[in-house]
Structures are given as structure tokens and as C-alpha cells.
């Protein structure tokens, strides 16, 4: 009775049935829908800094401490890239959301790619708690503006020689000219807006 294709079928019946859906949604999901963090795209896209850093995975990297603001950029750029800015949504991620569009939907993740609002959910229904690799924030919290990097990360990308960014395409805080961040919550740096 209980096997999985009942289950599944059982999930689908209260989903068609329910007033409203809430969505909780971590990492496990996004890796199942295909963004990896290791493996053969980490190492087709990031060679150069795997040579030069040593990097052996995409998460790990992630927390380096880069020595300058232009090898920063440079890596983060190609990480949000791949992982925020892809045009076509993730089948897996389009798939819930043809499940549960025409309902009263709230997601709450912790995945900061976008994923959700990539496959057509709306903005306003999603809340990311741990940040969105699509925006910069001051890395001091100086003000709880933030930025997005869409154009910047088009510019570094092409710009990127060397693992670094040219240093007048780096951006600084427009208030406080501190470095700026990825709004990440990582220390208790982490900026939220009115979203
Ligand atoms: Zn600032």
C-alpha cells in the first residue's frame, strides 16, 4: 500500500486538494535539479582557479580567502554565473512549479540561486533566507541596500584575465567605500532588505 509509487500519487492528490502550499526547500534540491559543486562542470569552468587555488570543489572555494578584491571578483563572478544567471530554468524546479502554480503558494529556502524565481515563480512569494548570489551588499553593513550584480558579473566575466578583474571594475560601498559582499548570510555582516 505504502510503496513509493502510492506515495507519489498520494502526494499528488493532496497537492490538487490544498487551499495553499507552503514550500520549504535547502540545498538537496538544487543538487537534485543538477547544480553541482563538484565533479566535471567545476572543473570544466573553473581550471584556472583550480590550478592557481587548488580549489577541490565549488563549496569549499567559496569560503577563500581571497588577498585582493580583483582575485575575489574574478571567482565569484564565474560561480554566480553558472549557478544564478542560467536563462533556462532547472526541468526539476519548473516541474514544481507546474504542479503549484494555479495554488496560494510561499516558498521559504535557504538556497541562495534563484532557481525558484528563474522557473517562474513570483518574487514576492519566495523568501530566500540566507541571501541571493544575484546581489552585493556592504561587506559592513553600513546601510541594508542591495545591489544587483547582474551587469557587473557580465563585465567582470569578460573582463577576467588571470583569475582577476580589471581593479577600476571593482565596485566599492557607495556609502562607506568598504569592500562589498555577495549577500550571503555567512557573518553577522548579512544584510536584508525589505523582501
Ligand atoms: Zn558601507
Redesign the pocket.
Known sequence: MFNYESRIENARKVINEADYILIGAGAGLSTAAGLEYSGDKFKNNFGDFINKYHFTDLYTATFYDFQTQEEKWAFWARLINLNRYNKEPLKLYSEIFNLIKDKDYFVLTTNVDAQFEIAGFNKENIFATQGDYGMLQ??????NKLYSNKELVEKWLKNTKDCKVPSNEVMY??????EMDVNLRKDAYFVEDDY
Open positions: 556592504c561587506s559592513k553593513a553600513c546601510h560601498c557607495p556609502v562607506c567605500n568598504e
